[in-house]
Protein backbone atom coordinates (compact mmCIF):
# COMPACT_ATOMS: atom_id res chain seq x y z
CA UNK A 1 0.00 0.00 0.00
CA UNK A 2 1.25 3.37 -1.19
CA UNK A 3 1.29 6.01 1.59
CA UNK A 4 2.17 9.88 1.32
CA UNK A 5 2.95 12.08 4.22
CA UNK A 6 3.07 16.38 3.48
CA UNK A 7 4.82 17.79 5.86
CA UNK A 8 6.58 21.51 6.32
CA UNK A 9 3.83 23.96 6.13
CA UNK A 10 3.04 26.54 8.61
CA UNK A 11 2.10 30.00 9.01
CA UNK A 12 4.91 32.35 7.18
CA UNK A 13 4.51 36.50 6.16
CA UNK A 14 4.30 37.87 3.23
CA UNK A 15 7.83 37.52 1.12
CA UNK A 16 8.89 34.48 3.28
CA UNK A 17 9.31 30.75 2.01
CA UNK A 18 8.54 27.65 3.44
CA UNK A 19 9.91 23.95 2.40
CA UNK A 20 6.89 21.32 1.65
CA UNK A 21 8.40 17.58 1.59
CA UNK A 22 6.12 14.55 1.20
CA UNK A 23 7.14 11.41 2.19
CA UNK A 24 6.63 8.23 0.11
CA UNK A 25 6.30 5.09 0.70
CA UNK A 26 4.81 1.49 -0.17
CA UNK A 27 5.65 -0.09 -3.11
CA UNK A 28 5.42 0.65 -7.00
CA UNK A 29 6.51 -0.34 -9.75
CA UNK A 30 6.17 2.55 -12.29
CA UNK A 31 4.91 5.97 -11.87
CA UNK A 32 3.27 8.98 -14.41
CA UNK A 33 4.12 11.85 -12.50
CA UNK A 34 4.89 13.02 -8.64
CA UNK A 35 2.45 15.95 -8.10
CA UNK A 36 1.97 18.67 -5.53
CA UNK A 37 -1.75 20.22 -5.64
CA UNK A 38 -3.30 22.81 -3.37
CA UNK A 39 -6.67 23.91 -2.75
CA UNK A 40 -7.98 26.90 -1.56
CA UNK A 41 -11.31 27.57 0.94
CA UNK A 42 -13.86 27.64 -1.61
CA UNK A 43 -12.16 26.78 -4.57
CA UNK A 44 -11.00 23.91 -6.61
CA UNK A 45 -8.18 21.76 -6.33
CA UNK A 46 -5.73 22.73 -8.55
CA UNK A 47 -2.37 21.52 -9.69
CA UNK A 48 0.68 23.63 -8.85
CA UNK A 49 3.93 21.22 -10.32
CA UNK A 50 4.54 18.47 -11.35
CA UNK A 51 7.55 16.15 -11.84
CA UNK A 52 7.75 13.45 -14.68
CA UNK A 53 9.05 10.18 -14.19
CA UNK A 54 11.94 11.35 -16.87
CA UNK A 55 12.57 14.68 -14.09
CA UNK A 56 10.55 17.02 -16.96
CA UNK A 57 8.48 19.14 -14.85
CA UNK A 58 6.56 22.40 -14.97
CA UNK A 59 4.42 24.20 -12.95
CA UNK A 60 0.99 26.87 -12.60
CA UNK A 61 1.72 30.30 -14.40
CA UNK A 62 1.15 32.56 -11.06
CA UNK A 63 3.77 30.58 -9.32
CA UNK A 64 6.44 29.90 -11.54
CA UNK A 65 9.56 31.69 -11.01
CA UNK A 66 8.41 31.54 -7.32
CA UNK A 67 8.33 27.56 -6.57
CA UNK A 68 9.88 24.53 -7.26
CA UNK A 69 9.58 21.16 -7.38
CA UNK A 70 12.39 18.71 -6.74
CA UNK A 71 12.85 14.76 -5.61
CA UNK A 72 15.29 12.84 -3.70
CA UNK A 73 15.46 9.54 -5.02
CA UNK A 74 17.27 7.93 -2.16
CA UNK A 75 14.79 8.91 0.43
CA UNK A 76 11.74 8.64 -1.15
CA UNK A 77 10.83 12.10 -0.63
CA UNK A 78 9.16 14.64 -2.84
CA UNK A 79 9.74 18.40 -2.16
CA UNK A 80 8.21 22.18 -2.88
CA UNK A 81 10.43 24.94 -2.63
CA UNK A 82 7.81 27.90 -2.08
CA UNK A 83 9.31 31.43 -2.00
CA UNK A 84 8.23 35.07 -2.49
CA UNK A 85 5.05 33.95 -0.68
CA UNK A 86 1.67 36.13 -1.74
CA UNK A 87 -1.96 36.14 0.39
CA UNK A 88 -2.95 33.92 -2.35
CA UNK A 89 -0.39 30.65 -1.96
CA UNK A 90 -2.72 30.48 1.63
CA UNK A 91 -4.17 26.63 1.07
CA UNK A 92 -3.58 23.31 1.64
CA UNK A 93 -1.00 21.86 0.18
CA UNK A 94 -1.43 17.95 -1.19
CA UNK A 95 0.89 15.34 -2.72
CA UNK A 96 0.18 13.35 -5.18
CA UNK A 97 1.70 10.01 -6.92
CA UNK A 98 0.44 9.35 -10.00
CA UNK A 99 0.89 6.11 -11.34
CA UNK A 100 -0.87 3.67 -14.20
CA UNK A 101 -4.58 3.75 -13.76
CA UNK A 102 -4.36 5.47 -9.80
CA UNK A 103 -3.51 8.48 -8.30
CA UNK A 104 -2.53 8.15 -4.32
CA UNK A 105 -2.52 11.50 -2.37
CA UNK A 106 -1.57 12.29 1.01
CA UNK A 107 -3.75 14.49 3.74
CA UNK A 108 -2.60 17.97 3.24
CA UNK A 109 -0.56 20.51 5.01
CA UNK A 110 -1.90 24.40 5.48
CA UNK A 111 0.15 26.62 4.23
CA UNK A 112 -0.72 30.56 4.79
CA UNK A 113 0.47 33.99 4.38
CA UNK A 114 -0.40 36.27 6.70
CA UNK A 115 1.49 39.83 7.98
Known amino acids: QVQLVESGGGLVQPGGSLRLSCAIS????????MEWYRQAPGKQRELVAF???????DYLASVRGRFAISRDNAKNTLYLQLNSLRSEDTAIYYC?????????WGRGTQVTVSS
Open 26 to 33: GSFFDFIA
Open 51 to 57: MTNSGAS
Open 96 to 104: SLHIPDTRY
